[in-house]
């Protein structure tokens, strides 16, 4: 009898909506069946566990539904009240506060960050301000992984960690840098300032005023949390304010709901409000199509009457959330789950929510653009020029080797061989190549690459079938790593064990001095797919190498030492390895 009554719950779990579907007459039932099929579709595929969505129209929740387990195995139903890890989503409620204390004279977002340890690299003594920092072009290096996310039982006591030094990767302003790093800092300062903790600065200014439970933190959230359908042990995190924070489903639902224009005037007048969903840093170099506001990033919509979509989303190891919201419209859709991947069914039911709650304020809305395929023409982003490629290109993921052969492009990077069709419009159709054959994916169907210059800066770009166009990595030309790069060469063990190594299962990497350059040399793997890195390295002076190059996860440094004979030693990110052969 008790296991009939388990199997009847695991079957009614995907289809269980948590909260009345009073949508108060924005959304037909008939839409509403469809989102529950779309929904319940992802649960029952096995490797999701739980999740939910909160719609939002106006300064309130219209429906909230959940589908599948809070805990896998249990019968238990996804919770919204049930805090979760907020990760990087916790920079909404910490924008909040900074525009509370704001508009109370108690803070000024223009004032530069003095008192912070940050290395400026002779770039002028150039500091940012807060604004720059939560609006994510402050320069500062972005994160440091090893110890970023530490298990619970590892940790005595909740206090704050202490920060690593910062340093610059570029001017602030200049461009695009999220720094968790310079967050947390924003944070503490803020906390200081007003001579309290974070904790009860935020619950004076923010979720008291606005009826909401005080905020908790990653370690503080009981329950189970998955990735990959596995359960993954409780962490907390380093950067404790600016990835730490944890909220339910309907206490995020509820603060976004009046943090919506003309929400909530007796808690911030409009006019602070605005900054939330204003573009920052105009002066910036092209950031393709994205804008940073105050927290969230801001796309543009290429259908007619849309407008800016103002979007953010988390970065904590085994759950999600997530938040998108039309400023112009008013309206908005918040999710969160009990694991860490989002994958492309979980983002198409947010966007089919999303025009969903757009319908109903456009009759007549264009559909979205397909994700299956690129138009038949892509234009250049504004501000960009065409370019020839060049021979090397510095990435995310190392070196990209790119050859034009009769007008198609060779190209390695990440261990692989792919091909570059011309499209006829300037982008190239990217096919994988084994054994010299070209293969179509579906995943790769979906972007183009192309060589552009933004003045004197030679890019390469990517651009998906939603629009959206990043930055792969920019030219490394005449880069060399100096005469006394080559006594670092060998391979070198990493002393630290974490998890983000043991995913990757990565133990040892390699320095390897070939054509005057030194390169830091590794091979990644995450199931069946493995990816080889070739990150070239460029002197900067004082035992430090820089990987080179604009764009994501570019302008690292590394430290070398080599002390009373002991082998030689390589500091990156917070880890340590020592070199073996």
């Known amino acids: 009898m008790r296991t009939s009554v388990l199997l009847w719950c695991a079957l009614a779990l995907p289809f269980q909506a948590g909260g ?7 959304l037909d039932s008939a839409t509403l069946e469809q989102l529950e099929r779309e929904a319940g579709a992802i649960v029952r595929r096995g490797r999701h566990v739980g999740f939910g969505i909160s719609l939002l129209v106006d300064d309130r929740v219209v429906w909230t539904g959940t589908w599948g387990e809070a805990e896998r195995g249990r019968g238990l139903p996804f919770d919204s009240a049930r805090p979760m ?17 704001e508009h109370a004279g108690a803070l000024d977002l223009e004032a530069p960050l003095y008192g912070a340890d940050i290395d400026d690299r002779g770039l002028g003594e150039a500091v940012p301000n807060i604004r720059q920092v939560l609006s994510h072009h402050s320069g500062v290096i972005g994160v440091r992984l090893n110890g970023m996310y530490v298990e619970a039982s590892d940790v005595d006591g909740k ?3 202490e920060l690593p030094p910062l340093y610059l990767l570029d001017r602030p302003g ?9 967050v947390e800092w924003v944070a503490r300062h803020m906390a200081r300032q007003q001579g309290l903790s974070v904790a009860a600065l935020m619950e004076r200014e ?3 005023p606005l009826g909401l439970a005080p905020l908790l933190h990653a370690g503080d959230v009981t329950g189970p949390l998955y990735s990959r359908g596995r359960e993954e042990p409780a962490r907390v995190a380093r950067e404790r304010s600016a990835l730490g924070l944890a909220s339910s489903l309907d206490q995020l639902a509820a603060y976004v709901a009046a943090v919506l224009p003309d929400a909530r005037p007796d808690w911030l007048p409009q006019a602070s409000l605005d900054r939330l969903y204003q573009a920052q840093n105009r002066e910036a170099r092209p950031d393709l199509g994205q804008r940073s506001a105050l927290a969230f990033q801001l796309e543009g919509d290429p259908r007619p009457g849309v407008g800016p979509v103002a979007r953010l989303a988390s970065n904590f190891p085994a759950s999600h959330a997530s938040v998108r919201v039309s400023p112009q419209h008013r309206v908005a859709v918040v999710a969160m789950a009990n694991f860490g991947e989002a994958d492309r069914a979980l983002e198409d039911l947010l966007d089919h929510a999303f025009d969903a709650l ?7 809305l264009a559909q979205r653009p397909s994700r299956e395929q690129l138009p038949s023409r892509l234009p250049l982003p504004e501000g960009l020029q065409p370019d020839v490629p060049a021979a090397r290109y510095a990435s995310f993921g190392g070196l990209v080797e790119v050859e034009d052969v009769d007008g198609v492009l060779d190209v390695r990077w990440l261990g692989w061989r792919f091909s570059g069709e011309p499209r006829g419009d300037g982008w190239f ?3 994988l190549r084994v054994l010299r054959i070209p293969l179509g994916l579906q995943a790769l169907d979906r972007i183009a690459i192309r060589p552009v210059r933004d003045g004197d800066r030679r890019l390469l770009l990517v651009q998906g079938s939603r629009g959206r166009s990043f930055i792969i990595g920019s030219a490394l030309e005449d880069a060399s790593s100096g005469p006394d790069a080559a006594r670092w060469a060998g391979t070198y063990r990493i002393e630290q064990d974490d998890a983000l190594l043991e995913r990757g299962r990565v133990r040892e990497v390699d320095l390897v001095h070939e054509d005057d350059l030194l390169r830091l040399q590794f091979t990644a793997r995450g199931g069946p797919i493995r990816a080889s890195l070739d990150m070239p390295l460029v002197p900067e002076g004082g035992g430090y190498y820089r990987i080179p190059g604009l764009g994501p996860g570019l302008g690292d440094r590394m430290r070398f030492e080599e002390r009373n004979g002991s082998p030689p030693r390589v500091h990156f990110s917070g880890y340590s390895a020592v070199r073996v052969e």
């Open 85 to 101: 890890p907020l990760g990087e989503l916790g920079e909404l409620y910490l924008a909040g506060l900074a525009l509370r204390l």
């Open 358 to 364: 757009l319908a109903s304020r456009l009759p007549g």
């Open 174 to 182: 200049v461009s695009a840098s999220r720094s968790t790093l310079a």
């Open 206 to 208: 923010v979720t008291g």
């Open 159 to 161: 206090g704050a960690m």
């Open 20 to 26: 009345a579907p009073d949508t108060g007459q924005v």
């Open 429 to 431: 159709r990217p096919r």
